[in-house]
């Protein structure tokens, strides 16, 4: 790994180091127990080699969850506290310095999602620093036969770590059929960055930040999967799996198969097979057989006059409203006036008030039996409690 400072910064490959890449599977025996949990991370590291395999003592080490949104782990839209906490005791445990960083997507407030999810509780309680890389210095750094990007702005305290481990969650993805290992690092970008890989072509956006930021170390939620409407308004999908590697292309191609997929369904992994030359059966599989966990949850399928759509409206975005107002954007006004937000089906609402008691922002009118779509963050909280199901989520997103 290459470091320069003095202008931009030049990566080397971290695929092309292997013929096989080691993945390994273990089963939770408990998914409901948070020390089962612990444990199956655990022999997940072990099979792997351990963690003084990867990191050292003196090491400053970075943890990237999947926290994209404001939703608790239990709705299979972000990473489990028990990832968190279990990496940052293994971290300390070798003599390392863990840092929690995470970027949340442009359209929500990182305060909020860091609240919600129980990452900045975990982190205040275990005196750790938590870093929002929306709003965090950066580095220009060019990409190596980039094609979507040719260089990208990433956080210093990415490039600067001397480890990365990557906590993704395994997940269907609307846009992307399939969200883990190599689409989590899409996250480092800082702020509206990210909105740059949808403008140029979101798969090969994501083949290209992997070529630049490595992971040391790959451990995937697979406790509560997502199906279906992906990434954050899918169903919840029990897998009962962890999943660890030191390769995120390998360890996608292994979690894809888990999935029910064959790994070319995957456009960023089939892009990643020829920018990286590697084949998807240059992966070991350790642990449990791969046919003994093996699953077939719902897939996401986009129309494509969506997904042009998406796209158009982020080069509108990102060419012309923000060169008249920099630093600017319209998706949080078009994600409030379209985009998928709970509701309430007044016809079943009983008006306990559960749900104005549960809202962290005060965003629903009980009597009126709305919600305040300006004031609302999508934590869906008060479709979970909900006694009666009277809210629903509703928008093109949804």
Not at 11 to 22: N, S
Not at 123 to 151: F, S, W
Request: charge should be neutral; aromatic fraction near 6%.
């Amino acid at each position: 790994m290459v470091r320069n400072y003095q202008q931009v910064i030049i990566y080397r490959y971290p695929y092309e180091q292997l013929m096989k890449h080691l993945v390994s599977i273990i089963k939770v025996s408990d998914p409901r127990d948070d020390g089962a949990v612990r444990q199956a991370i655990l022999n997940s590291i072990d099979l792997l080699g351990g963690m003084s395999s990867f990191v050292k003592s003196g090491d400053k080490v970075v943890l990237k969850p999947n926290l994209e949104a404001p939703r608790h782990s239990r709705t299979a839209a972000t990473t489990s506290m028990v990832f968190v906490e279990t990496l940052i005791e293994l971290t300390r445990q070798v003599g390392a310095d863990p840092i929690v960083a995470e970027g949340p997507f442009m359209n929500y407030d990182t305060k909020a999602v860091f609240k919600i999810t129980g990452v900045d509780e975990v982190c205040k309680r275990l005196g750790v620093d938590l870093v929002d890389l929306n709003d965090a210095e950066t580095v220009m750094v060019e990409v190596p036969r980039g094609k979507a990007h040719k260089r990208l702005r990433v956080p210093r305290i990415v490039m600067e770590a001397d480890r990365l481990v990557n906590l993704p969650k395994l997940k269907t993805h609307h846009l992307t059929t399939l969200t883990c290992a190599m689409k989590n690092l899409k996250g480092v970008l800082p702020g509206m960055d990210k909105q740059l890989s949808h403008v140029r072509g979101l798969h090969q956006a994501i083949v290209d930040i992997n070529k630049i930021v490595e992971s040391d170390l790959v451990i995937v939620d697979g406790v509560t999967a997502m199906e279906g409407m992906g990434p954050t308004f899918g169903d919840v999908f029990p897998l009962g799996l962890v999943i660890a590697g030191t390769n995120n292309l390998a360890v996608d191609t292994v979690c894809s198969r888990i999935m029910g997929l064959k790994p070319d369904d995957v456009e960023h992994l089939r892009i990643g097979y020829h920018d990286f030359s590697v084949e998807p059966d240059d992966v070991e599989i350790v642990g449990v057989p791969l046919s003994e966990v093996k699953s077939a949850p719902v897939i996401p399928r986009e129309k494509w006059t969506y997904t042009l759509a998406v796209q158009c409206a982020h080069f509108l975005d990102r060419y012309i409203y923000q060169t008249f107002r920099p630093g600017k954007s319209f998706f949080p006004t078009l994600s409030g006036l379209f985009g998928a937000h709970p509701r309430i089906d007044v016809s079943i609402c009983s008006g306990c008030g559960v749900c104005v008691k549960a809202c962290p922002v005060n965003a629903i009118d009980l009597p009126a039996k709305k919600i305040r779509a300006s004031r609302c963050i999508d934590c869906l909280v008060c479709s979970e409690l909900c006694p009666v199901r009277a809210v629903y989520v509703k928008g093109v997103s949804a």
